[in-house]
């Protein structure tokens, strides 16, 4: 073929074409889905980057941008037919400006990694999702990714103050600057979440902030998952903005302790809530928190008393997601939001659905946004039993839609969600979105197939 012809002239050993190689691609952390791909890239700068992209084009062949392969969604998987291009390569950051608070880095930076580099300056990058270890910038861009602290400090297109970027007709444009107060439209905020579908981005331009004086983290156990969703909005109605709220029930407790033994206390469920800023906020805030959590019905209270038992309540939390591993053999993410007044409500549900569909239901979620993770556990080996937890996962989201929440809140639609779009958009909401793609993406090629249903499958 043409195109492999071209991107063997560009990659030489950095085209991947076997079979063998092309394995470790075909999914990424959704694994109920698999497509394997023409070829893979593995590009070392930038402009390789946008030289695929041209190739791509000129031959009419899909490309997919994909990192570390962490999402949840299927937003990685590969196009039948087309193009990886992994950016794991594209690893440094560019530029790290204590003075200014930003930071410059290419897409298949670590998340966490930014953080560790501006650590000296007393600076830190604040969306931590829980892949935070592994995913990277670009990946987190994309989709638009939190994590706990994202309540008090907001999402990844908070933190993201410009971009440059290749969209799929091969162009390279810059999207906002280096400061605060942009000028014209939101373009870059507008890049952030679309899920690879409107280009790639090169280079991500973010805001660093001071790191907190003083952290208070408080470990409280429940007696039932609708009791801690309760203490969130005693919490919240107590004035208190913390920096992060953290909800897990007993199966993810149990994970989290066979994993990395976090310490946590027996209990059906587990609330984290972190303080933190100058030292005299966080004591007031502390005492007026510890008066809401006695008043919640807790078994239980700790506080961390030292950076170390802080540092393994987080541990525990965010260990999570791949210790739940321990307990099945596969299990699918869902990544709903209700509104925090119907936490009690959406969780007390979940324990029914769970029951009626004779599944077992884990539950981690950041509970100071009211973004439900439910891990709905199941054996693929088991004639029909993924289909039954896909049909609990659906209608884990339609709750969500009843309640006056949404079908993602950081983990996009991918491939996952495509057939709920049109429960949560009218149609012409959904022809606005696809107009806008058409127009930047005429030929389909970015990332094909991801969030928006194909015709015959949208109008089933």
């Known amino acids: 073929m043409e195109v492999l012809r071209e991107l063997k002239a560009l990659f030489g050993p950095r085209l991947l074409t076997r079979e063998a190689e092309l394995a470790p691609y075909e999914s990424d952390a959704l694994t109920a889905y698999r497509e394997r791909p023409l070829a893979v890239v593995l590009p070392e700068r930038k402009e390789e980057v946008v030289e695929a992209v041209r190739i791509c084009r000129r031959h009419r062949v899909p490309f997919v941008a994909r990192g570390s392969g962490t999402s949840l969604s299927g937003g990685s998987l590969p196009v039948r037919g087309g193009v990886v291009i992994a950016l794991n390569r594209l690893n440094r950051i560019l530029r790290l400006d204590p003075g200014r608070r930003i930071a410059v880095v290419e897409p298949g930076v670590v998340n966490l990694e930014v953080s560790r580099r501006a650590a000296p300056f007393g600076l830190y990058y604040a969306p931590d999702p829980s892949s935070q270890p592994v995913s990277t910038i670009g990946g987190n861009v994309a989709f638009n990714s939190g994590g706990a602290h994202c309540l008090r400090y907001g999402m990844t297109a908070n933190h993201v103050l410009g971009l440059e970027v290749v969209t799929p ?253 049109a429960e949560m958009f009218s149609p012409l909401d959904i022809a606005a979105m696809e107009e806008v793609k058409a127009r930047l993406d005429p030929m389909g090629l970015a990332n094909r197939g991801k969030v928006f249903p194909p015709k015959e499958e949208a109008h089933a």
């Open 169 to 421: 007709e091969g162009e390279v444009v810059r999207l906002g600057g280096e400061g605060l107060e942009g000028v014209g439209p939101d373009l870059h905020g507008f890049f952030v979440g679309t899920e690879g579908l409107l280009g790639i981005a090169l280079e991500i331009t973010l805001r660093l902030l001071p790191r907190p004086e003083a952290y208070h983290t408080l470990l409280a156990a429940y007696p039932s998952l609708e009791a801690a969703g309760e203490a969130v909005a005693r919490v919240l109605r107590s004035g208190l903005l913390p920096g992060a709220m953290e909800i897990m029930d007993r199966l993810a407790i149990e994970a989290a302790e066979a994993a990395v033994r976090a310490g946590y206390p027996r209990a059906e469920a587990l609330l984290i809530v972190e303080l933190e800023g100058e030292k005299e906020e966080v004591a007031e805030g502390a005492r007026r928190l510890a008066q809401v959590i006695a008043e919640s019905g807790a078994e239980e209270v700790r506080v961390a008393q030292n950076e170390t038992e802080r540092q393994a309540i987080w541990k525990g939390r965010k260990a999570a997601f791949s210790a739940v591993g321990r307990l099945s053999p596969d299990y699918l993410v869902q990544d709903g939001v209700v509104p925090r007044t119907h936490l009690a409500e959406a969780l007390k549900e979940i324990g029914r659905l769970s029951l009626a569909y004779g599944l077992r239901v884990a539950n981690v979620f950041h509970a100071g946004d009211g973004n439900l993770h439910p891990l709905v556990l199941y054996d693929g080996k088991r004639p029909g039993e993924l289909e039954r937890a896909e049909a609990l996962a659906g209608e884990i989201l339609r709750l969500c839609l009843r309640l006056g929440g949404s079908i993602t809140g950081e983990h996009g639609v991918g491939m996952e969600k495509r057939a709920f779009l």
